[in-house]
């Protein structure tokens, strides 16, 4: 079943990274300020913005994780990327005019304008934690197992190749490289991803031949209650959660249409991505099925490395594929390395040193980066706490955290009168029960601990305890706000002049031509109807 790299493949592989590079070098950005260093200087272009979003999403966890999920589970796994869609629409509608209003430059400075400073570097602190483990520990455990299967190479080895040759064009070009290079990776993902699906179809008979050879619950999208990773329960209002989070608060996205030179581009933007949405399921998901149909040993997440190295696949198009896959890799980590590097520097570095130049800030943050690139290489031999499942593990850490996160965010955004200490308050708490339940579940799939309500509380789902979580952390915050509210923080008028939020329309529809958001909700609408479709097909 394994079939080796040919010359032609290797020199495929070689001439993506070096295309990778040239890119990265020749589009670096200006060393003037941080506005360009971080943000590309505010003018990226809504083709740039749809496809690094895109790009910055899909890393090997996603390509690994989706892929074995679909292998063990079915096309179940495919609600994340389906549910996304609606929060990349909600992002570019409601959420980028209150952003670019204010002027921020990270979303945790978003919780300072309401909030405090407190909270601003509370949440930037567990933000940069967050990144460590699921986007770049995580990222280089999926990676190493396609290296292992396909080069032979350990995880350590695949990392620490991987982490050098990322870090270099992350320091030297910052955001502007960053973002030219997953253009490039980004339709390089798409092309390779299609590739790979439609020879292991052909092989497998079709989509027809496909139902064939598998069970029907593998084509059915919502399962039971009762189900151990994705009841409809959880999907419907524990997934959405975390969704609101990542793509709407989490520096490490939203970074890109803080960028936008307009609003108009980043709406447009995240619509381009929420076509790109629709894609995963088929490309990504459906060739586990394909892998389990083609050889039924092999489950979990091997199966996406198992069908890249079957026979299947000419040489050449198989040096192509495996150049998606490390441009995924690659541009998934040299959005955290920056995202990072921007958090330190914004919301910690400078507010202690308010009176450094944007020089000073610049090389705060290269140092930076080159601070995470060592520090990554020294905790590469603690992938080992990966679940094999990686598109479950990843779910399910960021659902402990998140959690906190999009309950404060929303109640910042829908009341007028919150007070600060009573918000740091929430974040903590709400925290502290999340980051609990994470180190629990390693304890016990460690066997460290084996106290049965403890295990029992470990392996209680991970969406239904982020539905939980949530609720418990915007009721604490409402009660807390009842008992100290000072003021108001902000009035509806505020939106226009940016010294403050508030939700309402004019944060919607007061932006650009009329046409402009005619044309827009067009294809909002469009999308959205799409994705019901797929959701009334495979129910």
Same mark, same amino acid.
């Given at each position: ?5 040919s010359?032609?493949? #290797?020199?495929?592989i ?7 590079l ?7 950005? @200006?060393?003037?300020?941080t506005?360009e260093?971080?943000l ?19 890393? #090997? ?8 999920s679909g292998?063990s589970?079915?096309?179940?796994v ?29 979303t ?8 405090? @400073? ?5 949440f930037?602190?567990? #933000? ?7 986007k ?34 992350s ?38 031949g ?10 059915q999208?919502? @399962? ?20 609101f ?7 490490y ?24 949405k629709?894609l ?7 060739p ?11 489950k ?15 040489s050449?198009? @198989? ?31 400078k ?54 996160i ?6 910042g ?5 919150v ?14 029960f999340?980051?609990?339940r ?8 460690s066997e460290?601990?084996?106290y ?20 418990g952390t915007?009721?604490?915050?409402l ?61």
């Amino acid at each position: 079943m394994s079939d080796p790299i040919s010359v032609i493949d #290797s020199l495929i592989i070689l001439l993506s990274l070096f295309v990778v590079l040239a890119i990265g070098l020749y589009f670096r950005n @200006k060393d003037s300020n941080t506005n360009e260093y971080f943000l590309a200087g505010r003018n990226l272009g809504w083709f740039t913005i749809g496809i690094s979003l895109f790009a910055t999403n899909i890393s #090997s966890e996603h390509i690994i994780g989706l892929a074995g999920s679909g292998a063990s589970r079915g096309l179940a796994v495919g609600q994340f990327e389906l549910i996304a869609i609606f929060f990349l629409i909600l992002l570019g509608w409601v959420i980028v005019p209150i952003y670019k209003n204010l002027g921020v430059s990270t979303t945790p400075e978003f919780l300072e304008k309401i909030f405090d @400073k407190s909270s601003r570097k509370f949440f930037s602190g567990i #933000s940069i934690f967050t990144y460590i483990i699921t986007k770049i520990l995580v990222t280089l455990f999926a990676g190493g197992i396609l290296f292992n299967m396909i080069f032979g190479w350990s995880i350590f080895t695949s990392a620490v190749a991987i982490v050098l040759l990322t870090g270099v064009y992350s320091l030297v070009g910052g955001f502007s490289a960053v973002v030219k290079t997953q253009v490039f990776q980004g339709l390089l993902l798409l092309a390779s991803t299609v590739i790979l699906t439609i020879y292991g179809l052909a092989e497998v008979g079709g989509f027809s031949g496909l139902q064939e050879k598998l069970p029907v619950s593998y084509f059915q999208m919502f @399962k039971p209650i009762t189900d151990p990773d994705f009841p409809w329960t959880g999907i419907i209002f524990g997934a959405p959660i975390i969704a609101f989070w990542y793509w709407c608060a989490d520096h490490y996205m939203v970074q890109r249409v803080l960028g936008s030179r307009s609003i108009d581009d980043a709406r447009k933007g995240t619509i381009l991505t929420a076509f790109l949405k629709v894609l995963p399921l088929f490309v990504l998901v459906l060739p586990g099925l394909i892998t389990v149909a083609l050889y039924p040993e092999a489950k979990g997440d091997t199966a996406y490395p198992t069908l890249l190295s079957s026979g299947i696949i000419p040489s050449g198009i @198989k040096g192509f594929v495996i150049a998606g896959f490390l441009a995924a890799m690659m541009s998934s980590l040299s959005a955290a390395f920056n995202s990072i590097a921007a958090l330190y520097t914004l919301d910690f570095y400078k507010p202690k040193h308010p009176d450094a130049s944007e020089r000073t800030l610049v090389l705060v943050g290269r140092l930076t980066t080159i601070a995470i690139v060592v520090g990554v290489l020294l905790i590469i031999p603690f992938v080992k706490i990966i679940n094999s499942h990686i598109y479950i593990f990843l779910q399910s850490t960021q659902a402990f955290i998140s959690a906190p996160i999009a309950a404060v965010f929303l109640i910042g955004l829908l009341f007028k009168k919150v007070d600060p200490r009573s918000a740091f308050k929430t974040l903590l708490i709400g925290e502290f029960f999340g980051l609990t339940r994470f180190i629990l579940e390693l304890l016990v799939k460690s066997e460290v601990v084996n106290y049965p309500p403890l295990v029992a509380y470990s392996q209680f789902n991970y969406l239904h305890f982020t539905i939980i979580l949530f609720l418990g952390t915007a009721s604490l915050l409402l009660i807390l706000n009842y008992f100290f509210a000072t003021g108001v923080r902000f009035t509806r008028d505020d939106i226009k002049s940016g010294n403050g939020i508030a939700l309402t329309s004019n944060s919607v529809v007061n932006v650009g031509a009329v046409n402009q958001v005619k044309s827009n909700l067009v294809l909002a609408g469009f999308i959205l109807a799409i994705t019901l479709t797929i959701w009334y097909i495979f129910i």
